[in-house]
């Protein structure tokens, strides 16, 4: 009797798993969300640092913000523009790092503004290419 009782929990657990699939509509995780998401927490404690004037805390997560876009999977593609943004963005986290260890509120904020630019710069031209990839291939992988 256990042994069919379990074969039927069993059975309806995967039915109950079939029905709720999620459908194409839901987005999809990418393999360099959690990269991604990181990178945006690095950055959220660099606005805090700056809007609370705490330059050690400016500091800190540009150099983290730094070593990531040194060691991101992107780069193994050798994709010429994505080089390129990469670059400016490398310069803006410098640039940040330097306003924030002279303790330069001004250059500090136009820094990070620049830095941020570079990031939607960036997502706005490679976003595109990635929907475009993904959408052209076939549901389901």
């Known amino acids: 009797m256990n042994g069919k009782k379990m074969m039927v929990c069993g059975i309806l657990a995967i039915f109950a798993g079939l029905t709720v699939a999620p459908c194409s509509d839901q987005p999809v995780l990418r393999r360099t969300?959690?990269?991604?998401?990181?990178?945006?927490?690095?950055a959220s404690q660099?606005?805090?640092g700056i809007t609370l004037e705490r330059f050690g805390l400016v500091t800190t997560n540009?150099?983290?913000?730094?070593?990531?876009s040194q060691t991101n999977a992107f780069l193994l593609l050798k994709n010429p523009e994505y080089l390129a943004l990469s670059t400016n963005f490398q310069a803006s986290v410098d640039?940040?790092?330097?306003a924030a260890n002279a303790k330069n509120l001004r250059a500090a904020t136009a820094a990070?503004?620049?830095?941020?630019?570079?990031?939607?710069?960036c997502h706005k031209i490679f976003r595109?290419?990635?929907?475009?990839?993904?959408?052209?291939?076939p549901a389901g992988k």
């Open 112 to 121: 990070y503004q620049k830095m941020t630019e570079s990031c939607v710069e």
């Open 128 to 137: 595109r290419e990635q929907f475009i990839m993904d959408r052209s291939q």
């Open 46 to 48: 660099i606005l805090e």
């Open 33 to 42: 969300q959690p990269f991604m998401r990181q990178k945006l927490v690095f």
């Open 62 to 68: 540009a150099a983290a913000l730094r070593d990531m």
């Open 95 to 98: 640039a940040l790092a330097e």
